[in-house]
């Protein structure tokens, strides 16, 4: 099964980009058997790494969309510029993809914080906004209502038949397109209207304790004025 490894990347740190980078060319999973896509989201001063792309119009969601449109693979791997995936995180997605076939969309069952500077002692209320996840097991369902199978976009997989009807329906949805975060919005809810698709196109969702992520953490995201806002921009 042909993967296509897609980041989305807009004005990143280049520190957090490079080392995401570097966890992907220490992958298990053979060379050969995936594709790497940087999509550049506008940034300034443009980014030059890998099988760059530019897409001007802002928004991650434009951005996944073009890393759809371009990409050649069967698995779709949505991977954030700083997350850093554990090396075998390919190769268990391969796996997942061809010995569950009922499933369409599949992510991290752990996703572990690494914080540039040591939180305030609250922090641990706001791991869902800081899209921290420590599953005790493995959660998968095929209606939506289960929303802790649905996985968190950092290390989303997705099928490619999810992934081409989903650019179908936002060419004709402005709000579906609108989602997810764009520039200085925070709003992020296109990663659970993907899950959903993949229900209501019959198959399944799921998250898996075996797909670990790294999440690099600035210190300017765990003020508690940033988190707030976040939670209430993300619950609008």
Known sequence: MKLSVIISTHNPRTDYLSSAL????????SHDEWELLVIDNASRPPVRDARQIREETLGLNPARLRGIQEAQGELLVFVDDDSILEPSYLETASYIGKSRPDLGCWGAGWIEPEYEKPPPDWIDVYDDAL??????????????????????????????????????????????????????????????????????????????????????????????SNLCFRFAEGNR
């Open 22 to 29: 570097e966890a992907l060319r220490a992958q298990t999973l």
């Open 131 to 224: 899209a921290i996840r420590r599953l005790d097991r493995d959660l998968w369902a095929n209606i939506p209502a289960s929303n802790l199978s649905l996985p968190y976009g950092v290390g989303m997989c997705l099928r490619r038949t999810v992934a081409d009807q989903y650019a179908i329906l936002c060419e004709r949805d402005n709000v579906r397109r609108s989602l997810d975060r764009a520039g200085e919005s925070l709003a992020s809810c296109g990663d659970a209207d993907i899950g959903i698709l993949a229900c209501e196109l019959g198959m399944g969702t799921a998250s898996f304790r075996g797909l670990r992520i790294t999440h690099l953490i600035p210190e300017r995201r765990t003020r508690r």
